[in-house]
């Protein structure tokens, strides 16, 4: 029971992230380029889920600050709504089942007990140090995303 209240839980917050990132995605890119939010980027984002969005969705449920900003930059990069729910009820499951059994094998290990707090700065880095790992194997470079021609943004 307590993992399907979970699950939905996660399914309520991204779904309401995807779609506040859907309503607010054009009137925050629709100004005029800024510091941190460029129209550039939109279209970027927008490329970018049409082409990988389905695996983002499931790996950033296991990366602690991606987790937060996958699905309101799905909203913005426009991903359709099914495609969008369906790999993140596999997203959410994934994350929810092996967190909730690895914590019950886990709290029963003494030395875990002991050191939660260093144990739980261990997991974070070593998800964040995967994040960095995938970059290294693209040889350091950017992944480049080209928006195709048919995704336009307003331009005024």
């Given amino acids: 029971m307590v993992n399907l209240t979970l699950m939905a839980a ?21 100004r005029p380029d ?5 129209k550039q980027y939109v279209l970027r984002t927008q490329a970018f889920y049409s082409k990988y969005g389905g695996r983002t969705m499931i790996y950033a449920k296991f990366v602690p600050i991606v987790r937060t900003f996958a699905p309101f930059m799905a909203g913005v990069g426009k991903m359709n709504y099914a495609r969008f729910l369906s790999y993140d009820v596999f997203g959410a499951i994934g994350w929810v089942a092996s967190l909730t059994v690895l914590g ?35 040889g350091g470079k950017r992944i480049n995303v080209k928006p195709p021609s048919r995704l336009k943004v307003n331009r005024n």
Avoid: M, N
Avoid at 14 to 27: K, V
Avoid at 34 to 38: E, H, M, P
Avoid at 108 to 119: I, T, W
Avoid at 123 to 137: P, R
């Fill in 10 to 30: 996660v399914l309520l917050g991204d779904t309401t992230g995807y779609f506040l990132g859907r309503r607010t995605g054009d009137l925050i890119f629709s």
């Fill in 34 to 38: 800024g510091r941190f939010f460029k």
């Fill in 104 to 138: 019950y094998y886990l709290g029963s290990v003494p030395l875990v007990r002991r050191h939660f707090e260093k144990v739980i700065f261990l997991i974070i880095f070593a998800s964040l140090c995967l994040c960095c790992g995938k970059s290294t194997c693209t």
